[in-house]
């Protein structure tokens, strides 16, 4: 197995020859029961302190990657870790395994380098990036996109989308409120989704239309993280015919919060907070972005992507 060691690196020495132990272990150039330098011989070969490479092999023997044998040295296990690889070492593990098949092919790291960088900047994205600064609105617009999306969604505030490379191999997608602010932030040329919005969940208002006006005493129950979903349902309800006194409005960043739901004929609540409903809750889910606006992110996510959505 080869180590390269960069002296100018932010990363330690010790980490260096951790991980390019560990990653030549999992793309199998160094075999289980195989022989590993010595501490001394290590440090005489890259030219580094004997303590560097006993506290690397130290750290590899506790992690379960190596074992000591009195008086024959160090050794790869058997078997390897039972616990889950981190989504860095995953990573780490392709990019090892091409690296290996590249120089078995005679492939220079230059050219290896060169072609990364290339397939990178022609790469589709990978996921759909909601940028919204009310956490709790953002957590609701992520649920109810990756019900319906093949990519994965993941979320941040307007501020954290101006870092460096952040929007890099990503689909921003922004509500039409914050869409003039959030493009302002992005990159030159970013193209921005912005994602249509309907007032009223059809079900929903279909559900109140046939429930209404025999019931408009009945207690109902409004439930969601997100303050203003409470008010706005609020509202609905009101201006639907229920009597303000038959509401029963929750915060569900409350201790407490799901006190009394169960007794409602229903709860109308954003996605996320369905799923947190107490048993016997009926649930009257309002969603944000319609099967319309749902199936036109898909077919920008087909298009964009390169996915085929069955």
């Known amino acids: 197995m080869r180590i390269w060691l960069n002296r100018t690196a932010e990363v330690s020495l010790r980490e260096q020859l951790i991980t390019q132990?560990?990653?030549?272990?999992?793309?199998?150039e160094l075999r289980a029961g195989e022989?590993?330098?010595?501490?001394?011989?290590?440090?005489?070969?890259?030219?580094?302190?004997?303590?560097?490479?006993?506290?690397?092999?130290?750290?590899?023997?506790?992690?379960?990657?190596?074992?000591?044998?009195?008086?024959?040295?160090?050794?790869?296990?058997?078997?390897?870790?039972?616990?889950?690889?981190?989504p860095q070492m995953a990573v780490d593990q392709?990019?090892?395994?091409?690296?290996?098949?590249?120089?078995?092919?005679?492939?220079?790291?230059?050219?290896?380098?060169?072609?990364?960088?290339?397939?990178?900047?022609?790469?589709p994205p990978a996921r759909w990036l909601v940028i919204e600064p009310d956490a709790e609105l953002r957590r609701i617009v992520m649920h109810e996109m990756s019900q319906a999306l093949t990519l994965p969604v993941v979320g941040c505030g307007p501020g954290e989308c101006m870092a460096a490379g952040f929007v890099d191999g990503a689909i921003p997608a922004v509500l039409p409120s914050?869409?003039?602010?959030?493009?302002?932030?992005?990159?030159?040329?970013?193209?921005l989704t912005v994602l249509k919005v309907h007032p009223v969940s059809p079900e929903l208002e279909a559900h109140l239309k046939r429930y209404l006006p025999e019931h408009a005493r009945d207690l109902?129950?409004?439930?969601?993280?997100?303050?203003?979903?409470?008010?706005?349902?609020?509202?609905?309800?009101?201006?639907?015919?229920?009597?303000?006194e038959s509401l029963l409005v929750r915060d569900a960043t409350q201790p407490g919060w799901k006190r009394g739901l169960d007794a409602a004929a229903g709860v109308v609540c954003d996605g996320v907070t369905a799923l947190e409903l107490p048993k016997g809750a009926h649930a009257l889910r309002y969603s944000l972005l319609d099967?319309?606006?749902?199936?036109?992110?898909?077919?920008?996510?087909?298009?964009?992507?390169?996915?085929?959505?069955?």
């Open 21 to 28: 132990i560990t990653l030549g272990i999992l793309c199998k």
């Open 35 to 86: 022989r590993l330098p010595s501490t001394r011989e290590l440090a005489r070969r890259f030219g580094i302190h004997a303590n560097t490479a006993s506290a690397a092999y130290r750290e590899l023997e506790r992690d379960g990657w190596l074992e000591f044998r009195r008086g024959s040295g160090v050794f790869v296990l058997a078997s390897r870790p039972t616990a889950a690889l981190s």
């Open 291 to 310: 099967e319309t606006a749902l199936a036109q992110l898909r077919s920008q996510e087909q298009q964009v992507a390169g996915i085929s959505i069955p």
């Open 94 to 123: 392709l990019i090892g395994e091409l690296a290996a098949k590249a120089r078995r092919l005679g492939a220079s790291q230059e050219l290896v380098r060169e072609r990364l960088r290339r397939w990178l900047a022609l790469a």
């Open 220 to 244: 109902i129950g409004i439930a969601s993280r997100w303050g203003e979903f409470q008010r706005i349902a609020q509202t609905m309800l009101i201006a639907a015919g229920l009597a303000p």
């Open 178 to 191: 914050k869409a003039e602010t959030v493009r302002k932030l992005l990159p030159p040329g970013t193209e």
